[in-house]
């Protein structure tokens, strides 16, 4: 900590009070997210109201102390660390949830937890999609921050297209508001979409106008399983072609399977044990449902080897359980975990899975993957043991491997993650030196003192382990 900081932290204690926590259990708290990348920032300001903030980030600009932005730090890429201290905004006090019932629009404060977001909505016969594994937890303003999206995206899209209006800070700490609360607005650049996904480079998200859209009156569950992964993804294609597009739609390997089966103890089809799966759930009018259920149905007699519908709330919970158990059961193929968020063009997703069966044979390492076929978003889990070399060093050569590949077949080494830390190495593979340079003019021209999350999309950190890829890459998975 510079002296510079010292007296800026000082000032700021002197200004809000307990509201600033430069303790060792508070900073060490917010040292980390679920990247588990740590570094320990000077202090931790919680606003109670939007002029806190603006009030941090002006002392930050004339101290050049970095500042970086929290919700409930459940973020895989590192992107809520600290990496250059300073000090850490947390924004969970400013939670609030207002649904407009009229207009179909949530007013929303950053800290507000989307699941809560989502019931509010739905006791009002409005629905909010958007769904990452971690909705009981993260906030909105992570969701902004990221571009989250979840198992509704192939069908309903992601955060970006439910953000009518957002409201919040400049680096230098002028309030701004891109956007109103209405349906239509077309008033000037659209810097609205500049700062999702742009993780807390260009500003701080206070609050948001959200979309919301009616209630689905109408929901069915199926569970098909197929004779291998290329079998499954051919199917799906087979699928989307007949333009039926479920609300969800989840794709699980084989080794996902298993891991799945041995948590629950359950065969998910008896005599098909490790079978790939495909779960899928239609929404919509009970009509539409009705009229779409056929077509599934005709769909998986003629493309899969054994499907199963849900005919209660219980049995479609039961089939769920596979989805959700999957991700933690993998621990039992190693310790450690490289997740990888990538997406693949539905043209590639047979290409996709045979690349994926040479790169389990090359690097001898597990390589469960699922995820939302219906958007192509999957999860590439590289998993190996930490304290064995060999297996270390196969993991760091795969996942270069992969980045490399998903590129190569035009697709995006992120979906829904982002980059923060843990995919910086990779972020040139997938922009060119003029799309670079342009991204780094804009954070330039709208953070001129690089205060605002430095260290982060752009600049690799070099961290003990991984020293080729210059980072600690992740391993957990919510």
Known sequence: MSALHTVATRQLKRRLGARVDVSAAGCWAASFDSSKISFLPVAVITPRVEADIGLVLVLANKY??????????????GSAAPVRGGWVLDMLKLNRVVIDADAGMAHVGAGAVTADVQRAAATQGWFY?????????????????CNAGGMHGGKYGVTRDFVIALRGFLPTGELVQWGTATKKFAAGF??????????????????????????PAARWTLLTAFT????????????FRARVQPAICEFLDRE????????????????????????????????????????????????ALAYRAARNRAEVEALWAVRRKCSGAMFELGDAKLNEDIVIPMRNYEKFAKFLARLKRDSQL?????????????????????ANALETKAAEAAVQQLMKTVVAMGGAISGEHGIGLAKTPFLRLQHNPAQVKAMLAVKKALDPRGICNPGKMFSVVRIWKFPKLAIQLPWDHK
């Open 256 to 303: 996902s399977v298993l891991c799945a089966e041995r948590a629950t103890g359950q065969t998910v089809f008896p005599g098909q044990a490790g079978r790939p799966v495909i779960l899928l759930e239609l929404a919509g009018t009970v009509s539409e449902v009705k009229d779409l259920q056929r077509e599934v149905l005709a769909w998986a007699r003629t493309q």
């Open 190 to 215: 659209n810097l609205r979409d500049l700062w999702i996904g742009s993780e807390g480079l260009l500003g701080v998200v206070t609050g948001a106008v959200l979309k919301l859209i009616p209630q």
């Open 129 to 145: 999609p958007p769904d990452p594994s971690s909705k009981e937890y993260c906030t909105i303003g992570g969701n902004i921050a």
């Open 64 to 77: 050049r102390v970095p500042v970086t932005v929290r919700g409930r730090g459940t973020t895989l890429m």
């Open 228 to 239: 291998d992964e290329v079998a499954a993804l051919k199917a799906a294609r087979v699928l």
């Open 366 to 386: 597990p390589i469960p993957t699922f995820g939302h076929v219906a958007d192509g978003n999957l999860h590439v889990n590289i998993m190996y043991h930490r």
